[in-house]
């Protein structure tokens, strides 16, 4: 069973940037479709970005042009680089990857809510 673990959270302004780090207790490189999602109070989960086993990423629209996603194999790490961050990207921000469904990182979008494993969540308040 892979563990994963968030890291790189905080408090920052308006405008500022955050690296979310996620560090796997397994290799994630050739079998893993892994992403990040987001979790507000009172709000719905919102899937934020997937990375595939090939290295194609893809992105929702709330994030597209200002977060990157990004893996490095050797190290087992999954990367969130968030930049031009707003308050409304304060959430508790999640880690997962997937080995089952076998899809790519635009069908991962839409099915992330499933994938087989999830971390503990990151921390990331946007003040004005």
């Known amino acids: 069973q892979v563990q994963l673990v968030e890291s790189g959270g905080g408090s920052v302004q308006a405008g500022g940037s955050l690296r979310l780090s996620c560090a796997a207790s397994?290799?994630?490189?050739?079998?893993?479709?892994m992403g990040w999602f987001r979790h507000a109070p009172g709000e719905e989960r919102e899937v934020v970005a997937a990375?595939?086993?090939?290295?194609?990423?893809s992105y929702s629209d709330a994030v597209k042009g200002r977060f990157t996603i990004s893996k490095d194999n050797a190290k087992n790490n999954l990367y969130l680089q968030m930049n031009s961050l707003q308050p409304a990207a304060t959430a508790m921000y999640y880690c997962?990857?997937?080995?089952?469904?076998?899809?790519?990182?635009?069908?991962?979008?839409?099915?992330?809510?499933?994938?087989?494993?999830w971390g503990r969540g990151t921390q990331v308040t946007v003040t004005s």
């Open positions: 397994e290799y994630i490189g050739s079998s893993y479709c």
């Open positions: 990375i595939d086993s090939d290295g194609s990423t």
């Open positions: 997962a990857a997937d080995r089952r469904l076998n899809v790519n990182a635009i069908q991962a979008l839409r099915v992330m809510r499933i994938f087989e494993y």
